[in-house]
């Protein structure tokens, strides 16, 4: 298999519903990604996510952070089930808890926050939350930022994003309707750029050269 067909293989990292997982695993049944998702590891054993992943052929690894004794170990099962499915990227994908992401899977490990970081970013900043700190905010253009991982809270490279408008009359739920709208596209355009071997990271700042059309 030359290295232009090989497929891309994905690790999964979901806290919740699993509708990011589902919109990644539809690009690759449509054509659109040379990818397959090699594992998929939830922090929550009964949320949605894990119903989803089943309905996809592909029986999700449950790991709790409150049956590990400490972060470390935490880690170590993450890093292990990874590991062993051969992972080259890792996605999260409403992924909830920090784990320790060691030097080896440094710029191979990508998240989507629901805002256009730097801003609305950091702990307890997730889902709804997020939207409804934009609204307070007054803002009138929110988006999604794909970015590299680091183990700091939506520190990382930023490497896509997308915007959408504010609306007058939007809530929480309104808002995120559209900017998952945007999530949809912006996720996909990262892993392809990756893939591609397009993306460089110089101090901290994410390069593309040679990609094709988005």
């Known amino acids: 298999m030359t290295e232009k067909s090989k497929k891309l293989r994905l690790g999964i990292l979901l806290s919740g519903g699993g509708r990011t997982m589902v919109n990644m695993a539809e690009c690759i049944s449509r054509g659109e990604l040379n990818g397959e998702i090699a594992v998929v590891i939830s922090s ?20 709790r952070k409150k049956d590990r004794p400490n972060i470390d170990e935490f880690s170590e099962r993450i890093i292990k089930l990874l590991d062993d499915a051969r992972v080259d990227l890792v996605l999260q994908c409403g992924w909830l808890c920090l784990w320790k992401i060691p030097d080896r899977l440094t710029n191979r490990v990508m998240n989507i926050h629901p805002a256009l970081l730097p801003s609305f970013g950091g702990k307890g900043m997730w889902g709804h939350h997020v939207h409804e700190a934009v609204l307070a905010a007054g803002c009138k253009v929110s988006g999604c930022t794909v970015h590299f991982v680091t183990n700091e809270y939506d520190a990382g490279p930023i490497i896509v994003q997308r915007s959408c408008p504010v609306l007058e009359g939007d809530d ?13 596209l912006a996720y996909p355009q990262a892993v392809r750029l990756f893939a591609q071997k397009c993306l460089t990271v110089r101090d901290k700042i994410v390069y593309t050269t040679g990609s094709g059309p988005n």
């Open 172 to 184: 929480a739920d309104t808002l995120a309707a559209r900017v998952f709208e945007q999530e949809c």
């Open 44 to 63: 929550r054993g009964t949320v949605a996510g894990v119903e989803r992943a089943n309905k996809l052929g592909i029986e999700p690894h449950i790991v």
